[in-house]
């Protein structure tokens, strides 16, 4: 016989008494109904990604890579998880959080980065809510411009301190892409000062010209003051400090990475505090 019974010959469907007429074309009403709603929401989350580079959030942090735009607003970018991450660590509250994927598309994320890989999550924070102040061990920077010197003396600080950093004008951003970079997230922990700041004790701290640092009487409360690597400090800034510290050097050797000078300070002080 037909597998399959003509409509008309076909036995009426039995009927669950205990089930409603409509339940089953409720359900799948219901069902379509999730369904659409799901498609909805899938298109209203897409439709919230910023598509295009004009965005002004995205603008602004474009703009955030010139330091007259970071001087004018208070504001800094910052790129990458780890870095982000520690901003928010250190309780900051960003102005803006860009994740790609989730806001923003990876693609028009990746126009405004200022890294060879771009980064998944770019944060926008207020220079203001930045650790500040000037007390016990610190690290006075005459000058120096390079910010990938900068941010490692930020880190140096972090890791060997607790210390500050006083900057001088004529010093090179903290706050800039590279700076923020090299610091490894201490720009969130280090307190920064003006360089007229910087209390206590000073000792300048050159490759010639003064007592070996580790002669150097230091006490607890001191500033290691430094210069930049061609020019180091000019003489008056090394008159006006209390004592003038040389690292000794290997025969040749014209001077050091001014990072790493600020990191052998460091080290001195913590080794003689045990």
Known sequence: GALVQPADERAPARRDPA???GARRHRRERSRGVREDRRAGEDGAREKLISSAANPRLKLVRKLQDRRWRDKLGLFAVEGEDLVQAGLDAGLEPEELLVAGENVSAEVL???SALPHPARRIAVFRRGDLPRGASGV?????????????????RTADALGPAFVALSDG??????????RASMGAIFRVPLAGFEEAPGRRVALGARGGEPL???ELGDAVTFVLGAEREGLPDEVAAACDARASIELAAGAESLNVAVAAALALYELRRRQG
């Open 214 to 216: 580790r002669e150097v």
């Open 19 to 21: 089930r409603p007429q």
């Open 138 to 154: 610190g690290l006075a920077l005459w000058r120096v411009g390079d910010p990938g010197n900068l941010g490692t003396i930020l």
């Open 171 to 180: 010093c090179a951003d903290p706050t800039g892409p590279k700076a923020v």
């Open 110 to 112: 990746a126009t405004v």
